[in-house]
């Protein structure tokens, strides 16, 4: 093996090395049974940032305007605490958030499909804690995702 065949191997990561030695991994979502495209595929990471970052303004927007005065650690706690709330309440019972459902992605569980109740509950308690969701295993399912039994999916 050439040196520059061994730093371009570590450059592209393990996954490519491993497609160049012959290993077929097949598309993101595919073990799940999910479609590689359109409807019902695997949610891309740029779009569930994007839906965060809606559900966390508009939770920053509620807690700044209806029940702290100004902006503070207080202000944040808040939150983080309406995100909860949101989460688990409308996960559990529609299958999105707002930031969801702009960006077109639905939560949904394996097999079943409807979220149930504790699991919404178990995947908004370690999404809060934030790094579940930084974990990521082959198909891009973050460990809060993983744990519940649910995935992420665009409508």
């Known amino acids: 093996m050439d040196n520059r065949q061994a730093i371009g191997s570590w450059l592209s990561g393990p996954r490519a090395a491993l497609e160049e030695a012959g290993a077929e ?3 993101r979502g595919e073990q799940l049974g999910l479609p590689e495209d359109g409807p019902g595929s695997l949610a891309r990471p740029g779009r569930r940032i ?14 700044y305007g209806l029940i702290t005065d100004g902006y503070g650690q207080s202000t944040g706690n808040w939150a983080l605490l309406l995100f ?30 409807r979220v149930q109740p504790v699991r919404a509950l178990i995947r908004s308690a370690l999404l809060c804690l934030a790094l579940p969701a930084l974990v990521w295993d082959r198909d891009g399912r973050g460990l809060h995702d993983r744990l519940a039994r649910t995935v992420e999916v665009r409508i």
């Open 25 to 27: 991994f097949g598309y």
């Open 50 to 63: 994007g839906a965060l970052a809606v559900d966390w303004a508009l939770c920053l927007l509620i807690a």
């Open 84 to 113: 909860f709330a949101l989460s688990v309440l409308t996960v559990g019972t529609v299958g999105f958030t707002p930031g969801k459902r702009l960006f077109g992605l639905r939560v949904v569980a394996l097999g079943s499909g």
